[in-house]
């Protein structure tokens, strides 16, 4: 009998109508156009500015999405992963918010917060969720409303990120198709360079801490660059070589979309033309944990069914991995 897999069987995502030009930002920080597009490969970014709108509800748009395309009931969903670091509240976890509001009574979720890594750890959770056969259809979401933790004074972070979300339905398959292998990886020291200073239980929110602007994302961006490639690299060549694979054996690597010179540099690192990595970060910017499940979502129509694909990720933490997966239709 066949190993039975988690493969991706739907793809969703989403990304709100309002846009953010690199000209928008010109009249908000001292900037152009030149300097984020040659710094970055961000043109523009997607801002939910909708009242009374959140994580959720970009979540709730890839579900509905994703049950449309799989045909599926909402009460035939078993677990809902959502990975975020901009969850709706403190708690309740948004992955229950979403599935309350599109009605999913049948379904438990959780959240996972690993930063950009997110959406691959989630993956890989929810991945082993049907390989333990103990469920049949897991929804694993990457979102984040990253327009709520930026400080729009500050251009080394507001020009980077952007609005987002996407998901996939994980089902069990044994025809060799599905998440095949992951490497983990994380290293706490990491939260000097990439972190939010207030808001959690080290610094609740205070007076103090909202009036000097420590509720926002900061980073400081040389030693973040550095990992980043360095983990990336190394965990594709350990999963390529532990798989008996060579890049040639790859169809698609799918790298977290931070920054163009970030995904540049682990193409070229690795040898991998850059016409089979999937790039969208000139619309989007960095949406953290939307980057992949989008990625996936706007090259749905360009896969192949055996396709091997590569899915890697860096994140504030610091976390990293990669993950290879066979596409199981198109």
């Known amino acids: 009998m066949s190993k039975i897999l988690a493969a991706i069987t ?3 995502g989403y990304v709100p109508e309002d846009i953010l030009t690199n000209a928008d930002l010109e009249k908000m920080v001292d900037t152009t156009d030149e300097w984020i597009t040659t710094r970055t ?14 994580t959720s509800d970009m ?10 395309k799989s045909g599926i009931d909402k009460d035939e969903i ?43 750890f989630a993956l890989t959770t929810g991945a082993k969720f049907i390989e ?44 060799g198709t599905g998440v095949i292998d992951s490497i983990l990886k994380s290293d706490g020291s990491g939260r ?47 999963l390529l070589e532990r798989n008996h694979l060579t890049k040639d054996d790859i169809d698609w690597l799918v790298p977290h979309q931070a920054n163009m010179r970030i995904i540049n540099s682990v193409a070229d690192q690795l040898d991998f033309p850059i016409e089979k990595v999937m790039i969208n970060i000139h619309k989007y ?24 694909i590569i899915l890697t990720a860096f994140g504030g933490g610091f976390t990293w991995g990669s993950t290879y997966i066979i596409w199981n239709y198109g």
């Open 10 to 12: 739907a793809v969703g």
């Open 41 to 54: 490969g961000i043109k523009e970014r997607r801002i939910l500015r909708t009242p009374g709108k959140a």
């Open 59 to 68: 979540g709730v748009e890839v579900l509905l999405e994703i049950l449309r």
């Open 78 to 120: 078993d677990l809902l992963i959502c990975a975020t670091v901009t969850a709706d509240m403190v708690f309740p976890d948004t992955a229950n918010t979403i599935l309350d509001k599109v009605g999913a009574k049948n379904a438990f979720g959780y959240d996972i917060n690993a930063a950009c890594s997110g959406f691959l």
């Open 132 to 175: 333990s056969g103990m469920y049949k259809k897991v929804v694993v979401i990457g979102a984040d409303m990253m327009s709520s933790i930026v400080n729009y004074k500050d251009r080394t972070t507001c020009i980077i990120f952007g609005d987002g979300a996407g998901g996939v339905l994980l089902e069990p398959c044994s025809d």
């Open 192 to 238: 000097e360079f990439l972190h939010m200073k207030a808001g959690g239980s080290l610094k609740p929110a205070t007076i103090e801490t909202v009036t000097n602007n420590e509720h926002f994302v900061f980073q400081d961006g040389k030693p973040v660059f550095k990992a980043a490639v360095t983990g990336m690299v190394n965990t594709i060549k350990t």
């Open 285 to 308: 910017g960095n949406t953290t944990a939307g980057t992949l499940p989008l990625c996936l979502w706007e090259y749905e129509p360009q896969l192949k069914k055996g396709d091997k």
